[in-house]
């Protein structure tokens, strides 16, 4: 099945500074995808919908300011945290869905990048 | 948003014993699914229904969906302790986007 990256895995920041997560479909061209945030033991949260070559769709709640989408390639985007708080400490998964397939419903995740802000 | 429930929220069975999960939805949907994560790792898909199916199989897995009542379920036959995780319900909108449910936690005790 087709592969999402992500990287890094694991991220320590100091609270103030801004931290970049990176999304790649490896073997795909994804011109849609997706960032969720999940915090301990409760569900996915759609972020937004990131769009290679326009401007990211936020979900009710999520500052654009804040978490900064750029999709500028057809496989990769990045989700970047500005001015980190430890209220922003989360596990962050993007997915993609692979247009070449006939299941195009199905999203393949990425592995997670565990953020944690001190 | 979450889309819905899920329940029961923690379930702990023997190996070898069937595992059934439940979910609820609250729109009209194109289609539900079913997604498998490992603890602090990224998501599997498992399976998609669409809404004019009742009921799918997929090796060990079997999904059924009720539109009349907004509700699916997922039954893991003859489980394994390498079926623990949890499992998520999913419906998907308009632009792809999916709305999950709050998740069930499975362990399969050896």
């Known amino acids: 099945g087709a592969v999402v990256s992500q990287h890094p895995s694991r991220v320590i920041c100091k609270s103030g500074t801004s931290v970049k997560i990176e999304c790649r479909s490896l073997?795909?061209?994804?011109?849609?995808m997706f960032w969720y945030r999940q915090f301990p033991k409760q569900s996915l949260m759609l972020m937004a919908t990131s769009n290679e070559g326009s401007k990211a769709t936020y979900e009710q709640g999520v500052e654009k300011d804040k978490f900064l989408i750029n999709h500028a390639s057809l496989t990769l985007s990045t989700l970047t945290v500005t001015s980190a708080h430890p209220e922003d400490s989360s596990f962050y998964i993007c997915?993609?869905?692979?247009?070449?397939?006939?299941?195009?419903?199905?999203?393949?995740f990425g592995p997670g990048t565990r953020l944690t802000v001190l | 948003s979450q889309q819905g429930e899920e329940d029961p929220q923690a379930l702990s069975i023997q190996e070898g014993e069937n595992a059934t999960m439940n979910c609820s939805y609250k729109t009209s949907i194109n289609n539900l699914q079913w997604y498998r994560q490992n603890s602090g790792r990224g998501l599997v898909h498992l399976i998609l229904i669409r809404s004019n199916e009742r009921e799918k199989h997929s090796g060990r897995l079997r999904v059924t969906l009720d539109t009349s009542k907004k509700s699916s379920s997922l039954l893991i036959t003859a489980s394994r302790a390498a079926d623990t995780a949890s499992y998520f319900c999913a419906t998907t909108g308009s632009a792809r986007q999916l709305t999950f449910g709050s998740g069930t936690q499975l362990t399969v005790l050896p």
């Open positions: 073997d795909f061209q994804a011109t849609t």
């Open positions: 997915s993609a869905v692979d247009p070449g397939t006939s299941a195009t419903d199905t999203q393949y």
